[in-house]
Antibody, heavy 122, light 107 residues
Framework: QVQLKETGPDLVQLTQTLSITCTVS????????VHWVRQPPGKGLEWMGA???????DYNSAFKSRLSISRDTSKSQVFLKMNSLQTDDTAKYFC????????????????WGQGTLVTVSS | DIQMTQSPASLSASLGETVTIECLAS??????LAWYQQKPGKSPQLLIY???SLQDGVPSRFSGSESGTQYSLEINSLQSEDAATYFC?????????FGAGTKLELK
C-alpha cells in the first residue's frame, strides 16, 4: 500500500540548515508527484513545494530561495532542504502525495506521511 | 495567492447533530476545493475533493457543497470520532492554500 515516512532532526539551531527525507513505498516517484506541507504547532497548514514526477520542482515563493527539493528515485526518497532557519520555522513537516499520477498536478493530497516535528532553537 | 477564510474557528455540537463548516475563497476557484480532517498528533486525512467528491472510504455523513466562492462541509449524524480539526484547501492554483481550520468538539 501507499506509504510515506518523513525522517529528520528533532532540533535545528537558529540560522542552520534543515534536511528532511521522505521515503515512499507502494508507488513510484516517476509516476506520482510528492509535495511538502508544514504545520507550526497549533496552527494551520502551509504548502512549501513539490517534486514533480518528471524531475522538476516548484516552490512557494514565501520561502524565496532558501528551500530546495530533490529526489533519489532509486531509493524512493524525496529530500527537503531549507537554510537560514528561524524560530518561526518550528513546525511539523509532512510529505504528501496527490491521488492521481501522470500528468496531473492537481494539488489535493490523498496520502500523507506521519510528519516530523522540527524545533528551531537558539 | 488565493486566500481561504474559514469559519467558525471552533464549534461544539452533540452526538447525532448536523454541523456545517464554511470556507470563502478570495476569488473563483472553480470547485477546486478539498476538505481534510485532522486529529491531534496525526496527519490530515482527505475527506472531499472537487468541492463535493467523497474520498474513498469516507463515511457518507460527510458532504460538500458550494455557492459561488463559498464552500461548505456538512457533517450529519455526528459521531464521537468526528471530533477533530477540519481544514479546507483550494487546489485551483499554485500555491495551494488552506483555511485556518475549524476545531469541532463533541459535547
Amino acid at each position: 500500500q501507499v506509504q510515506l515516512k518523513e525522517t529528520g532532526p528533532d532540533l535545528v539551531q537558529l540560522t542552520q540548515t534543515l534536511s528532511i527525507t521522505c521515503t515512499v513505498s507502494g508507488f513510484s516517484l516517476t509516476t506520482y508527484n510528492v509535495h511538502w506541507v508544514r504545520q507550526p504547532p497549533g496552527k494551520g497548514l502551509e504548502w512549501m513545494g513539490a517534486m514533480w514526477n518528471g524531475g522538476g520542482t516548484d516552490y512557494n515563493s514565501a520561502f524565496k530561495s532558501r528551500l530546495s527539493i530533490s529526489r533519489d528515485t532509486s531509493k524512493s526518497q524525496v529530500f527537503l532542504k531549507m537554510n537560514s532557519l528561524q524560530t518561526d520555522d518550528t513546525a511539523k513537516y509532512f510529505c504528501a502525495r496527490q491521488k492521481d499520477g501522470g500528468y496531473s498536478r492537481d494539488p489535493w493530497f490523498a496520502y500523507w506521511g506521519q510528519g516530523t516535528l522540527v524545533t528551531v532553537s537558539s | 495567492d488565493i486566500q481561504m477564510t474559514q469559519s467558525p474557528a471552533s464549534l461544539s455540537a452533540s452526538l447525532g447533530e448536523t454541523v456545517t463548516i464554511e470556507c470563502l475563497a478570495s476569488e473563483d476557484i472553480y470547485s477546486n476545493l478539498a476538505w481534510y480532517q485532522q486529529k491531534p498528533g496525526k496527519s490530515p486525512q482527505l475527506l472531499i475533493y472537487d468541492a463535493s467528491s467523497l474520498q474513498d472510504g469516507v463515511p457518507s455523513r460527510f458532504s460538500g457543497s458550494e455557492s459561488g466562492t463559498q464552500y461548505s462541509l456538512e457533517i450529519n449524524s455526528l459521531q464521537s470520532e468526528d471530533a477533530a480539526t477540519y481544514f479546507c484547501q483550494q487546489h485551483h492554483d499554485y500555491p495551494p492554500t488552506f483555511g485556518a481550520g475549524t476545531k469541532l468538539e463533541l459535547k
